[in-house]
């Protein structure tokens, strides 16, 4: 069975940054898009950032020009730099594919904090 983990999260305060880990058990990378989604409390899960099979980025409006999503295949790890940091980007960070028929289990996800 596939795993997802995610690290990296923690305390920031605003304006500052923090740099996202999501490693897979297998070679999803190379096989399907990935993506960063972000859930706070009381809210929806929100896709904020894709990467394709071949390195093509998308961004939501809320994070586009301070959020970088990039991905190392040979590691099977995908990344998310977050700059500029906000308190409402305040969540949990967790990573999946994009295609809901491609989906595999959630990991636990990295809690990402910003407040002063």
């Known amino acids: 069975q596939v795993q997802l983990v995610e690290s990296g999260g923690g305390l920031v305060q605003p304006g500052g940054s923090l740099r996202l880990s999501c490693d897979a058990s297998?070679?999803?990378?190379?096989?399907?898009?990935m993506g960063w989604y972000r859930q706070a409390p009381g809210k929806q899960r929100e896709l904020v950032a894709t990467i394709t099979r071949d390195g093509t980025t998308n961004y939501s409006g809320s994070v586009k020009g301070r959020f970088t999503i990039s991905k190392d295949n040979a590691k099977n790890t995908v990344y998310l730099q977050m700059n500029s940091l906000k308190p409402e980007d305040t969540a949990v960070y967790l990573c999946?594919?994009?295609?809901?028929?491609?989906?595999?289990?959630w990991g636990q996800g990295t809690q990402v904090t910003v407040a002063s």
């Open positions: 297998t070679d999803l990378l190379s096989n399907y898009a």
């Open positions: 999946n594919t994009v295609s809901p028929r491609a989906r595999v289990a």
